[in-house]
């Protein structure tokens, strides 16, 4: 119904191919979390947690 707003929660996980990186160095880290960031905003979301993490 218009103007209703609803509380979901996610889990997202995400994992390389045999757990092998996502990011292909630091660079690459840095412009996903600007893009994640944007993405954030521009959804106006709320993100409760995050974690980014590498072995």
Do not use: H, P
Request: charged share 35%.
């Amino acid at each position: 119904m218009a103007g209703e707003k609803y509380l979901v929660w996610f889990f997202v996980l995400v994992r390389g191919i045999n757990k092998s990186d996502i990011f292909k160095d630091d660079e690459d880290r840095t412009r996903f979390l600007e893009r994640f960031g944007q993405k954030i905003v521009e959804g106006k979301c709320t993100v409760y947690e995050w974690v980014l993490m590498s072995v």
